[in-house]
Protein backbone atom coordinates (compact mmCIF):
# COMPACT_ATOMS: atom_id res chain seq x y z
CA UNK A 1 0.00 0.00 0.00
CA UNK A 2 0.98 3.45 -0.71
CA UNK A 3 2.29 5.94 2.01
CA UNK A 4 -0.13 7.59 4.17
CA UNK A 5 -2.96 5.01 3.63
CA UNK A 6 -4.07 3.78 7.04
CA UNK A 7 -3.47 0.26 7.01
CA UNK A 8 0.35 1.55 6.62
CA UNK A 9 0.14 3.72 9.77
CA UNK A 10 0.81 2.17 12.92
CA UNK A 11 2.30 2.13 16.40
CA UNK A 12 5.01 0.82 18.64
CA UNK A 13 5.30 0.80 22.03
CA UNK A 14 8.98 0.68 23.46
CA UNK A 15 9.63 -0.43 27.36
CA UNK A 16 12.49 1.41 28.60
CA UNK A 17 16.18 0.10 27.43
CA UNK A 18 14.54 -1.38 24.16
CA UNK A 19 14.96 -0.20 20.42
CA UNK A 20 12.80 -0.57 17.30
CA UNK A 21 15.27 -2.03 14.24
CA UNK A 22 14.01 -0.89 11.12
CA UNK A 23 15.30 -1.48 7.71
CA UNK A 24 13.20 0.65 4.86
CA UNK A 25 11.81 -0.89 1.98
CA UNK A 26 13.66 -0.72 -1.04
CA UNK A 27 11.01 1.82 -2.71
CA UNK A 28 9.85 4.20 -0.31
CA UNK A 29 10.57 5.98 1.91
CA UNK A 30 9.63 5.84 5.59
CA UNK A 31 7.86 8.52 7.95
CA UNK A 32 8.14 7.94 11.70
CA UNK A 33 7.45 10.06 15.03
CA UNK A 34 7.45 10.03 18.36
CA UNK A 35 4.29 10.23 20.23
CA UNK A 36 5.00 10.35 23.47
CA UNK A 37 8.56 9.18 25.90
CA UNK A 38 12.12 10.48 25.11
CA UNK A 39 14.22 8.09 22.71
CA UNK A 40 16.95 8.60 20.19
CA UNK A 41 18.88 7.56 16.75
CA UNK A 42 22.58 6.31 16.97
CA UNK A 43 23.03 8.88 19.79
CA UNK A 44 20.72 11.53 18.39
CA UNK A 45 17.42 12.95 20.41
CA UNK A 46 14.48 12.78 18.52
CA UNK A 47 12.31 15.42 18.80
CA UNK A 48 8.41 15.14 19.67
CA UNK A 49 5.98 14.79 17.56
CA UNK A 50 7.55 15.70 14.39
CA UNK A 51 7.43 13.04 11.25
CA UNK A 52 10.79 12.44 10.32
CA UNK A 53 11.91 10.98 6.90
CA UNK A 54 13.92 7.98 6.32
CA UNK A 55 14.81 7.12 2.70
CA UNK A 56 14.80 3.65 1.10
CA UNK A 57 16.79 1.23 2.24
CA UNK A 58 18.24 2.96 5.35
CA UNK A 59 18.93 0.87 8.35
CA UNK A 60 18.77 2.33 11.87
CA UNK A 61 17.32 1.64 15.44
CA UNK A 62 15.21 4.11 17.74
CA UNK A 63 16.60 3.23 21.24
CA UNK A 64 14.45 4.31 24.41
CA UNK A 65 16.29 4.97 28.03
CA UNK A 66 12.70 5.63 29.54
CA UNK A 67 9.99 4.22 27.54
CA UNK A 68 8.47 5.50 24.30
CA UNK A 69 5.57 5.63 21.78
CA UNK A 70 6.48 5.81 18.00
CA UNK A 71 4.27 5.75 14.98
CA UNK A 72 5.42 4.77 11.60
CA UNK A 73 4.09 5.23 8.53
CA UNK A 74 5.14 3.42 5.11
CA UNK A 75 6.61 0.02 4.15
CA UNK A 76 9.47 -1.79 5.99
CA UNK A 77 11.74 -4.25 4.59
CA UNK A 78 12.16 -5.38 8.38
CA UNK A 79 10.93 -3.91 11.48
CA UNK A 80 11.31 -5.51 14.95
CA UNK A 81 11.46 -4.66 19.25
CA UNK A 82 14.52 -6.03 20.69
CA UNK A 83 15.03 -5.59 24.28
CA UNK A 84 18.66 -7.00 24.18
CA UNK A 85 21.30 -4.27 23.17
CA UNK A 86 24.66 -3.51 24.28
CA UNK A 87 23.62 0.11 24.57
CA UNK A 88 24.60 0.05 28.84
CA UNK A 89 28.04 -1.07 28.34
CA UNK A 90 28.23 2.09 25.05
CA UNK A 91 26.91 4.77 27.33
CA UNK A 92 29.12 3.40 29.90
CA UNK A 93 32.25 4.23 27.56
CA UNK A 94 30.80 7.62 27.17
CA UNK A 95 30.85 8.09 30.76
CA UNK A 96 34.45 7.49 30.63
CA UNK A 97 35.62 9.25 27.86
CA UNK A 98 33.47 12.52 29.55
CA UNK A 99 34.95 12.25 32.43
CA UNK A 100 38.85 12.26 31.23
CA UNK A 101 37.56 15.13 28.75
CA UNK A 102 36.34 17.21 32.13
CA UNK A 103 39.48 16.67 33.03
CA UNK A 104 41.92 17.85 30.05
CA UNK A 105 39.31 20.83 30.54
CA UNK A 106 40.75 21.32 34.26
CA UNK A 107 44.22 21.76 33.03
CA UNK A 108 45.05 23.65 29.95
CA UNK A 109 48.41 24.91 30.53
CA UNK A 110 50.10 20.77 30.84
CA UNK A 111 50.21 20.05 27.68
CA UNK A 112 49.71 15.90 28.43
CA UNK A 113 47.17 16.65 31.05
CA UNK A 114 45.22 18.74 28.36
CA UNK A 115 44.62 16.08 25.98
CA UNK A 116 41.15 14.55 25.84
CA UNK A 117 40.49 10.89 25.15
CA UNK A 118 41.83 9.70 21.54
CA UNK A 119 39.39 6.59 20.75
CA UNK A 120 40.14 4.21 18.30
CA UNK A 121 36.99 2.26 16.98
CA UNK A 122 37.98 -1.42 15.40
CA UNK A 123 36.59 -4.50 14.69
CA UNK A 124 35.67 -6.93 11.83
CA UNK A 125 33.28 -5.31 8.97
CA UNK A 126 29.56 -4.79 9.95
CA UNK A 127 30.57 -5.06 13.71
CA UNK A 128 29.06 -1.47 14.36
CA UNK A 129 31.89 0.99 13.66
CA UNK A 130 30.55 3.83 12.09
CA UNK A 131 27.59 3.35 14.56
CA UNK A 132 29.21 3.04 18.00
CA UNK A 133 31.58 6.29 16.40
CA UNK A 134 28.59 8.12 15.78
CA UNK A 135 26.62 7.79 18.93
CA UNK A 136 30.19 8.59 21.09
CA UNK A 137 30.19 11.47 18.73
CA UNK A 138 26.80 12.49 19.61
CA UNK A 139 26.27 11.87 23.34
CA UNK A 140 29.73 14.21 23.69
CA UNK A 141 28.29 16.55 21.07
CA UNK A 142 24.97 16.80 23.34
CA UNK A 143 27.20 17.56 26.49
CA UNK A 144 28.54 20.31 24.38
CA UNK A 145 31.73 18.85 23.18
CA UNK A 146 33.14 19.45 20.18
CA UNK A 147 35.20 15.91 19.81
CA UNK A 148 37.11 15.60 16.36
CA UNK A 149 35.53 12.47 14.36
CA UNK A 150 38.49 11.16 11.66
CA UNK A 151 36.93 8.10 9.50
CA UNK A 152 40.00 6.10 8.06
CA UNK A 153 36.95 4.04 6.48
CA UNK A 154 37.80 4.26 2.27
CA UNK A 155 35.47 1.35 1.90
CA UNK A 156 32.54 3.66 2.68
CA UNK A 157 32.97 7.07 3.85
CA UNK A 158 30.97 9.12 6.45
CA UNK A 159 32.57 11.86 6.62
CA UNK A 160 32.49 12.40 2.34
CA UNK A 161 32.85 10.05 -0.87
CA UNK A 162 34.62 6.93 -0.25
CA UNK A 163 38.10 6.18 -1.52
CA UNK A 164 39.05 9.41 0.94
CA UNK A 165 40.15 9.89 4.97
CA UNK A 166 39.03 12.93 6.17
CA UNK A 167 38.43 14.52 9.86
CA UNK A 168 35.29 17.17 11.05
CA UNK A 169 34.74 18.54 14.08
CA UNK A 170 31.17 17.48 15.38
CA UNK A 171 29.55 20.22 16.60
CA UNK A 172 26.18 18.72 16.89
CA UNK A 173 24.56 15.43 17.71
CA UNK A 174 24.53 13.98 14.02
CA UNK A 175 21.11 14.03 12.23
CA UNK A 176 19.55 10.99 11.85
CA UNK A 177 18.72 11.28 8.18
CA UNK A 178 20.87 13.96 6.72
CA UNK A 179 24.12 12.46 8.47
CA UNK A 180 27.24 14.91 8.99
CA UNK A 181 27.21 18.23 7.79
CA UNK A 182 29.79 19.11 5.05
CA UNK A 183 31.15 22.31 6.27
CA UNK A 184 34.53 22.04 5.55
CA UNK A 185 36.18 18.42 6.53
CA UNK A 186 40.04 17.77 6.28
CA UNK A 187 39.53 15.23 3.44
CA UNK A 188 42.96 13.43 1.65
CA UNK A 189 42.34 11.35 -1.26
CA UNK A 190 43.21 7.83 -1.75
CA UNK A 191 41.31 6.92 -4.95
CA UNK A 192 40.49 3.37 -4.27
CA UNK A 193 37.82 2.02 -2.01
CA UNK A 194 40.39 -0.63 -0.22
CA UNK A 195 44.29 0.44 0.93
CA UNK A 196 45.65 -2.75 -0.68
CA UNK A 197 45.31 -0.91 -3.96
CA UNK A 198 48.43 0.90 -2.44
CA UNK A 199 48.89 0.64 1.21
CA UNK A 200 52.12 2.81 1.53
CA UNK A 201 49.73 5.56 0.19
CA UNK A 202 47.77 4.98 2.50
CA UNK A 203 50.32 5.27 5.75
CA UNK A 204 51.48 8.53 3.94
CA UNK A 205 48.03 10.35 4.01
CA UNK A 206 46.78 8.81 7.68
CA UNK A 207 50.18 10.26 8.72
CA UNK A 208 49.28 13.63 6.98
CA UNK A 209 46.18 13.75 8.75
CA UNK A 210 46.98 12.75 11.86
CA UNK A 211 49.89 15.78 11.73
CA UNK A 212 47.30 18.47 10.39
CA UNK A 213 45.09 17.49 13.83
CA UNK A 214 48.35 17.38 15.95
CA UNK A 215 48.61 21.14 15.02
CA UNK A 216 45.08 21.79 15.52
CA UNK A 217 45.05 20.46 18.87
CA UNK A 218 48.36 22.25 19.53
CA UNK A 219 46.21 25.81 18.96
CA UNK A 220 43.01 24.98 20.11
CA UNK A 221 42.20 24.22 23.67
CA UNK A 222 38.40 23.34 23.96
CA UNK A 223 38.81 20.69 20.96
CA UNK A 224 42.22 19.38 22.38
CA UNK A 225 40.21 18.62 25.74
CA UNK A 226 37.11 17.04 23.38
CA UNK A 227 39.43 14.53 22.19
CA UNK A 228 38.60 12.05 18.60
CA UNK A 229 37.06 9.50 17.78
CA UNK A 230 38.43 7.16 14.96
CA UNK A 231 36.63 5.07 12.56
CA UNK A 232 38.93 2.41 11.07
CA UNK A 233 37.93 -0.45 8.40
CA UNK A 234 36.76 -3.74 8.43
CA UNK A 235 40.26 -5.03 6.97
CA UNK A 236 41.85 -6.75 10.42
CA UNK A 237 43.62 -9.70 9.21
CA UNK A 238 47.40 -9.61 7.50
CA UNK A 239 47.76 -5.91 6.11
CA UNK A 240 44.44 -4.78 7.41
CA UNK A 241 46.00 -5.45 10.98
CA UNK A 242 49.70 -3.53 10.17
CA UNK A 243 47.13 -0.71 9.43
CA UNK A 244 45.28 -0.97 12.68
CA UNK A 245 48.28 -0.68 14.60
CA UNK A 246 49.69 1.98 12.30
CA UNK A 247 46.81 3.90 13.15
CA UNK A 248 46.65 3.19 16.89
CA UNK A 249 50.00 4.60 16.49
CA UNK A 250 50.16 7.76 14.61
CA UNK A 251 46.77 9.00 16.24
CA UNK A 252 47.94 8.38 19.68
CA UNK A 253 45.48 6.70 20.67
CA UNK A 254 44.61 6.67 24.15
CA UNK A 255 41.23 4.41 24.02
CA UNK A 256 40.92 0.99 21.69
CA UNK A 257 37.11 -0.38 21.45
CA UNK A 258 37.01 -3.70 19.90
CA UNK A 259 34.24 -4.28 18.54
CA UNK A 260 32.72 -8.30 18.25
CA UNK A 261 35.89 -10.17 18.22
CA UNK A 262 37.48 -11.92 20.74
CA UNK A 263 40.83 -12.37 19.00
CA UNK A 264 41.22 -9.15 17.31
CA UNK A 265 40.98 -8.04 21.26
CA UNK A 266 43.25 -9.86 22.69
CA UNK A 267 46.11 -9.44 19.78
CA UNK A 268 45.80 -5.63 20.20
CA UNK A 269 45.84 -5.97 24.19
CA UNK A 270 48.56 -7.78 24.10
CA UNK A 271 50.89 -5.80 21.77
CA UNK A 272 49.69 -2.29 23.33
CA UNK A 273 50.33 -3.76 27.23
CA UNK A 274 53.92 -1.83 27.28
CA UNK A 275 51.84 1.12 26.71
CA UNK A 276 50.91 2.30 30.02
CA UNK A 277 48.40 5.22 28.99
CA UNK A 278 46.40 3.14 26.11
CA UNK A 279 43.48 1.22 27.48
CA UNK A 280 42.32 -1.94 25.29
CA UNK A 281 38.33 -2.27 25.54
CA UNK A 282 36.25 -5.19 24.23
CA UNK A 283 32.85 -4.55 23.53
CA UNK A 284 29.79 -6.58 22.07
CA UNK A 285 28.32 -6.42 18.95
CA UNK A 286 24.97 -5.31 18.30
CA UNK A 287 22.43 -7.75 17.07
CA UNK A 288 20.69 -5.31 15.13
CA UNK A 289 23.90 -4.56 13.26
CA UNK A 290 22.75 -5.54 9.66
CA UNK A 291 25.53 -7.20 7.18
CA UNK A 292 25.98 -5.93 3.85
CA UNK A 293 27.33 -7.84 0.69
CA UNK A 294 29.51 -6.82 -1.71
CA UNK A 295 26.64 -5.76 -3.97
CA UNK A 296 24.98 -3.82 -1.32
CA UNK A 297 28.18 -1.86 -0.09
CA UNK A 298 28.65 -1.18 -4.20
CA UNK A 299 25.56 0.47 -3.95
CA UNK A 300 26.09 1.86 -0.51
CA UNK A 301 28.98 3.63 -2.47
CA UNK A 302 27.25 4.97 -5.48
CA UNK A 303 24.87 6.35 -3.18
CA UNK A 304 27.42 8.32 -0.55
CA UNK A 305 28.93 9.71 -4.67
CA UNK A 306 25.35 10.65 -5.33
CA UNK A 307 24.89 12.49 -2.14
CA UNK A 308 27.96 14.67 -2.27
CA UNK A 309 27.03 16.32 -5.83
CA UNK A 310 23.25 16.46 -5.60
CA UNK A 311 22.64 16.69 -1.65
CA UNK A 312 21.10 13.93 0.98
CA UNK A 313 17.76 15.30 0.01
CA UNK A 314 18.28 15.87 -4.10
CA UNK A 315 18.46 19.61 -2.89
CA UNK A 316 21.56 20.49 -4.31
CA UNK A 317 22.35 21.50 -8.20
CA UNK A 318 25.62 20.04 -9.39
CA UNK A 319 26.81 22.10 -12.70
CA UNK A 320 28.18 20.47 -15.74
CA UNK A 321 30.93 22.02 -16.98
CA UNK A 322 33.07 21.72 -20.04
CA UNK A 323 37.34 22.24 -20.09
CA UNK A 324 40.03 21.76 -22.48
CA UNK A 325 42.23 19.09 -22.22
CA UNK A 326 45.14 21.67 -21.71
CA UNK A 327 43.12 22.99 -19.07
CA UNK A 328 43.54 20.39 -17.05
CA UNK A 329 46.25 18.89 -14.91
CA UNK A 330 45.66 15.68 -13.84
CA UNK A 331 48.27 13.55 -12.05
CA UNK A 332 48.20 10.09 -10.51
CA UNK A 333 49.79 8.09 -7.11
CA UNK A 334 51.68 5.26 -7.83
CA UNK A 335 49.81 2.69 -10.12
CA UNK A 336 52.18 3.54 -12.90
CA UNK A 337 53.85 0.45 -14.24
CA UNK A 338 55.43 -1.22 -11.64
CA UNK A 339 59.17 -1.76 -11.83
CA UNK A 340 59.56 -5.29 -12.14
CA UNK A 341 61.25 -6.66 -9.31
CA UNK A 342 64.27 -7.50 -10.96
CA UNK A 343 65.16 -4.55 -12.20
CA UNK A 344 65.70 -2.98 -8.68
CA UNK A 345 68.93 -3.66 -6.87
CA UNK A 346 68.68 -6.88 -4.52
CA UNK A 347 67.24 -5.96 -1.46
CA UNK A 348 65.16 -2.41 -2.53
CA UNK A 349 61.57 -2.56 -2.09
CA UNK A 350 59.67 -0.86 -5.07
CA UNK A 351 57.80 0.95 -2.60
CA UNK A 352 59.00 4.73 -3.62
CA UNK A 353 56.83 3.72 -7.05
CA UNK A 354 53.80 3.48 -5.19
CA UNK A 355 54.14 6.95 -4.18
CA UNK A 356 55.31 8.57 -7.15
CA UNK A 357 53.09 11.35 -8.82
CA UNK A 358 52.73 11.20 -12.55
CA UNK A 359 51.20 13.42 -15.12
CA UNK A 360 48.27 11.62 -16.88
CA UNK A 361 47.05 12.30 -20.35
CA UNK A 362 43.82 12.43 -20.71
CA UNK A 363 42.33 9.16 -22.45
CA UNK A 364 38.84 7.76 -22.48
CA UNK A 365 40.26 5.58 -19.25
CA UNK A 366 38.82 9.05 -17.42
CA UNK A 367 35.34 8.32 -18.34
CA UNK A 368 32.69 7.72 -15.46
CA UNK A 369 36.04 8.25 -13.01
CA UNK A 370 35.44 10.56 -9.82
CA UNK A 371 38.77 13.06 -9.63
CA UNK A 372 39.98 15.11 -6.83
CA UNK A 373 40.47 18.71 -6.57
CA UNK A 374 43.85 18.99 -4.72
CA UNK A 375 44.91 22.06 -3.19
CA UNK A 376 48.59 21.90 -3.79
CA UNK A 377 50.19 24.79 -5.44
CA UNK A 378 52.88 22.79 -7.13
CA UNK A 379 53.10 18.77 -8.36
CA UNK A 380 55.63 17.98 -5.64
CA UNK A 381 52.45 18.81 -2.98
CA UNK A 382 49.79 16.25 -4.42
CA UNK A 383 51.13 13.58 -1.89
CA UNK A 384 51.41 15.89 1.32
CA UNK A 385 47.71 17.95 0.39
CA UNK A 386 44.21 17.83 1.18
CA UNK A 387 41.98 18.32 -1.43
CA UNK A 388 38.93 20.35 -2.01
CA UNK A 389 36.14 18.62 -3.49
CA UNK A 390 35.60 16.14 -6.40
CA UNK A 391 34.45 16.25 -9.95
CA UNK A 392 32.78 13.39 -12.03
CA UNK A 393 34.25 12.66 -15.93
CA UNK A 394 31.09 12.63 -17.77
CA UNK A 395 31.81 13.42 -20.93
CA UNK A 396 35.62 13.29 -23.11
CA UNK A 397 35.62 14.62 -26.97
CA UNK A 398 38.63 13.70 -28.62
CA UNK A 399 37.99 15.79 -31.44
CA UNK A 400 37.62 19.17 -30.08
CA UNK A 401 39.66 17.75 -27.29
CA UNK A 402 37.11 18.93 -24.43
CA UNK A 403 36.20 16.74 -21.35
CA UNK A 404 32.31 16.90 -19.57
CA UNK A 405 32.62 17.31 -15.87
CA UNK A 406 29.96 17.20 -12.90
CA UNK A 407 30.93 19.57 -9.99
CA UNK A 408 29.25 20.67 -7.05
CA UNK A 409 28.89 24.49 -8.48
CA UNK A 410 29.83 26.51 -12.11
CA UNK A 411 33.33 28.68 -12.41
CA UNK A 412 36.34 27.45 -12.46
CA UNK A 413 37.82 24.96 -9.68
CA UNK A 414 39.48 25.42 -6.30
CA UNK A 415 42.69 24.10 -7.00
CA UNK A 416 44.74 23.24 -10.41
CA UNK A 417 45.59 19.77 -10.03
CA UNK A 418 43.72 17.00 -10.27
CA UNK A 419 44.29 13.70 -8.38
CA UNK A 420 43.02 10.55 -10.72
CA UNK A 421 42.63 7.26 -8.77
CA UNK A 422 40.33 3.91 -9.59
CA UNK A 423 36.79 5.76 -8.40
CA UNK A 424 34.05 5.25 -10.91
CA UNK A 425 30.51 5.96 -10.37
CA UNK A 426 27.51 5.52 -12.91
CA UNK A 427 24.42 7.75 -12.27
P1 LIG B 1 30.64 -1.18 10.35
O1 LIG B 1 31.03 0.26 10.45
O2 LIG B 1 31.28 -2.01 11.42
O3 LIG B 1 30.84 -1.77 8.99
P2 LIG B 1 27.98 -0.11 10.68
O4 LIG B 1 28.05 0.64 11.95
O5 LIG B 1 28.08 0.68 9.42
O6 LIG B 1 29.07 -1.27 10.66
O7 LIG B 1 26.63 -0.96 10.70
C1 LIG B 1 26.18 -1.70 9.58
C2 LIG B 1 24.73 -1.41 9.29
O8 LIG B 1 23.91 -1.80 10.37
C3 LIG B 1 24.44 0.08 9.08
O9 LIG B 1 23.56 0.20 7.99
C4 LIG B 1 23.78 0.52 10.37
O10 LIG B 1 22.90 1.60 10.16
C5 LIG B 1 23.05 -0.75 10.78
N1 LIG B 1 22.87 -0.84 12.24
C6 LIG B 1 23.82 -0.72 13.18
N2 LIG B 1 23.30 -0.91 14.41
C7 LIG B 1 21.98 -1.13 14.24
C8 LIG B 1 20.87 -1.41 15.12
N3 LIG B 1 21.04 -1.48 16.44
N4 LIG B 1 19.66 -1.61 14.58
C9 LIG B 1 19.49 -1.56 13.24
N5 LIG B 1 20.47 -1.32 12.36
C10 LIG B 1 21.70 -1.11 12.84
Known sequence: APPGSSETVRQVKLDKECELRVEVGPNFPLRLRMLSGTAEIFGTEIPPEIWLNFPPGLKFAVFTWHGATIEMDGTTETDYTADETPMISYVNVHAVLDARRNRAKASPSDSDASQGPR?????????????????????????????????LDIGQGTITIPGCIAATPIELPIDPVEGIPLDMPLVYFHGHVTPSANVELYKVLVKELAQVLERQFAGNVESRAAGMVVNTMGWIEGVGYELLLHAIDTFNATVVLVLGQEKLWSMLRDVLKSKANVDVVKLQKSGGVVSRNAKVRQKARGSRIREYFYGPANDLSPHSNVASFSDLSIYRIGGGPQAPRSALPVGAEPASDRLRVTPVSVNQDLHHLVLAVSFAKEPEEILSSNVAGFIWVTDINFESKKITYLAPSAGSLPGKYLIVGNLTWCE
Open 119 to 151: VIVVGPTDSGKSTLSRMLLSWAAKQGWKPTFVD
